[in-house]
């Protein structure tokens, strides 16, 4: 029903800054959240920052400062602007976007933070 689609991946130096985008296939009134998720080598996925229907936000303690979620309802997208980089945030990005009780994942963006 719904599939989300990730696009912005890339490989950037450390210090440099990256834009997710997270096409959501739905009206994104109609989204309870939706969240960015990464999953790097070795590790467990992990929450990055998760915004409501509302607008309300909330990041990682790892992130915050430097990430920030945004939308833009015209285009049913979300967004995640990266600033600052570094090698340990290498990881495939994931949107998840929950309605009601269901959840759907988008396929993943790579990004790679290396010199």
């Known amino acids: 029903q719904v599939q989300p689609v990730e696009s912005g991946g890339g490989l950037v130096q450390p210090g440099g800054s990256l834009r997710l985008s997270c096409a959501a296939s739905?009206?994104?009134?109609?989204?309870?959240?939706m969240g960015w998720y990464r999953q790097a080598p070795g590790k467990q996925r992990e929450l990055v920052a998760v915004?409501?229907?509302?607008?309300?936000?909330s990041y990682a303690d790892s992130v915050k400062g430097r990430f920030t979620i945004s939308r833009d309802n015209a285009k049913n997208t979300v967004y995640l602007q990266m600033n600052s980089l570094n090698a340990e945030e290498t990881a495939v990005y994931y949107c998840?976007?929950?309605?009601?009780?269901?959840?759907?994942w988008g396929q993943g963006t790579q990004v790679t933070v290396s010199s």
């Open positions: 915004i409501t229907r509302t607008g309300s936000t």
């Open positions: 739905v009206r994104l009134f109609s989204i309870n959240n």
């Open positions: 998840n976007v929950n309605i009601g009780a269901s959840t759907f």
